[in-house]
């Protein structure tokens, strides 16, 4: 896949507020990523062998009390290939990724509403058991769902590969018709 320069700041949701919503999202203490910014700013775009090690840092290689993640691995019968704090890290790492992708999605799927009217939600985060990795759901992108849901930009899930793509009004009536 060709490396995309992702912006780190976009509108209404700097590079900071993400971080701070990484901080409450992972159990951290307030500023616990956030008083590493500045640093976490310079890898923010490489891959996950820079900024895992600096989240490890952050945390001063201690583990933490992060009831979600326990949750997480205790229904995924999870197999450690990797230390718990790496792999926790990892998933910090992943959640920044992914949420940051999806916010750089959002940010060019507005502007065309007009011509891709429809939203459609992809992966688990779509389902209503939670845990449909191929559920599918079309909503109006002015629909309230996108205000208030689990979705990618705020998605909540560890290990979720939930995704948004807009579609035309045709592809819609097309896809309503399968689904
Ligand atoms: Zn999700």
């Known amino acids: 896949m060709m490396r995309l320069n992702i912006p780190l700041d976009f509108p209404n949701f700097t590079f900071t507020d993400q971080l701070k919503w990484l901080e409450t999202w992972a159990c951290l203490p ?3 990523l956030f008083n590493a910014a500045a640093k976490l700013a310079g890898v923010a775009n490489e891959d996950s062998e820079k900024m895992v090690p600096m989240i490890k840092g952050c945390v001063n290689e201690q583990l933490w009390p992060w009831p ?3 949750a997480y691995i205790q229904d ?3 197999q450690y290939s990797r230390d718990r704090l790496t792999d ?3 998933q910090i790492y992943q959640k920044y990724r992914t949420n940051k992708m999806a916010h750089y999605r959002k940010s060019q799927m507005e502007p065309i509403k007009h011509l891709n009217p429809y939203w459609e939600l992809s992966g688990r ?3 209503k058991s939670g845990d449909d990795q191929t ?3 079309i ?3 002015n629909d309230a769902f996108w205000d208030d849901h689990c979705i990618p930009w705020r998605c909540e899930n560890l290990d979720c590969k939930c995704s948004v793509f807009a579609i035309t009004e045709y592809t819609m ?3 309503a018709n399968h689904l």
């Open 88 to 90: 926790m890290a990892e």
């Open 68 to 70: 979600a993640y326990d």
């Open 76 to 78: 995924d019968g999870f």
């Open 30 to 32: 307030s500023g616990t």
């Open 135 to 137: 559920a599918s759901l």
């Open 173 to 175: 009536r097309k896809e």
């Open 125 to 127: 985060c779509a389902s």
């Open 139 to 141: 909503l109006n992108a």
